[in-house]
Nanobody, 123 residues
Framework: QVRLVESGGGLVQAGDSLRLSCAAS????????MGWFRRAPGKEREFVAA????????YYADSVKDRFTISRDNARNTVYLQMNSLKPEDTAVYYC????????????????WGQGTQVTVSS
């Protein structure tokens, strides 16, 4: 069983940066693909970014490309999401997710989920 705990969310102003962390426990996630998803108020959950087990492959939603960077530290069993140039439309609850083996961009492909961390960007 994999337990995921997100942290690093908060209230920031437009243009600011935040770094989210997702700490895994229960077992090593070094062979797991990891993803970040978000759900804005009144909207469906959407894909943000994903990374392969070794960090060699990454995917980003068009809306965050060139602003967000996903990375991982398998020695620490942790995945990160560096968010720069934040916009009010980035306001959402951000969720970390894990799936065995191949990296995917669809939420249904992920088996393990964290509880989420709130990110609020004021204009």
């Amino acid at each position: 069983q994999v337990r995921l705990v997100e942290s690093g969310g908060g209230l920031v102003q437009a243009g600011d940066s935040l770094r989210l962390s997702c700490a895994a426990s229960g077992r090593s996630v070094s062979n797991f693909a990891m993803g970040w998803f978000r759900r804005a108020p009144g909207k469906e959950r959407e894909f943000v970014a994903a990374i392969s087990w070794n960090g060699g492959t990454t995917y980003y939603a068009d809306s965050v490309k060139d602003r967000f960077t996903i990375s991982r530290d398998n020695a620490r069993n942790t995945v990160y999401l560096q968010m720069n140039s934040l916009k009010p439309e980035d306001t959402a609850v951000y969720y970390c997710a894990a799936r065995w083996n191949l990296v995917k961009v669809t939420a249904l492909e992920y088996n393990y989920w964290g509880q989420g961390t709130q990110v609020t960007v004021s204009s």
